[in-house]
């Protein structure tokens, strides 16, 4: 508690579980919109083919017992993010939306 009297900015710093979840759901997020920019305008068979595609390997990406990109994104989350911007990434939807948790 006193460490926090000293120094509130250190108090407002996320834990590395709720920046792993952050990070996950902002590559969640932002591959999805990758992949629905990618089939705007293919007809719907393609679409939904490209979808399956991406589908798999959005899993094997998931699967990965550890991944640099996320291991970096956390690391970046824990020393420039706070709290508010965490819980922010962590709900948002869409990439406007998330990308807004960041400025």
């Known amino acids: 508690m006193s460490f926090c009297l000293l120094s509130a900015s250190a108090c407002n710093k996320p ?4 920046c ?5 759901n902002y590559n969640k997020v932002m591959f999805w ?3 629905e920019q990618d089939v705007k305008g293919l ?3 393609e679409a939904a ?3 399956a595609e991406r589908e798999v390997e959005f899993k094997k ?10 291991l970096n ?9 706070n709290k508010d911007q965490v819980k922010c990434m962590q709900e948002k939807k869409t990439a406007a939306s998330i990308e807004s948790c960041m400025k």
């Open 61 to 70: 990406i998931a699967e990965r017992p550890e991944d640099q990109g996320l």
């Open 43 to 45: 007809p719907p068979a």
């Open 73 to 81: 994104c956390i690391t970046n989350c824990q020393n420039d993010a």
């Open 20 to 24: 792993r979840r952050a990070c996950w």
């Open 15 to 18: 834990e590395i579980e709720d």
């Open 33 to 35: 919109d990758k992949v």
């Open 49 to 51: 083919a490209l979808r």
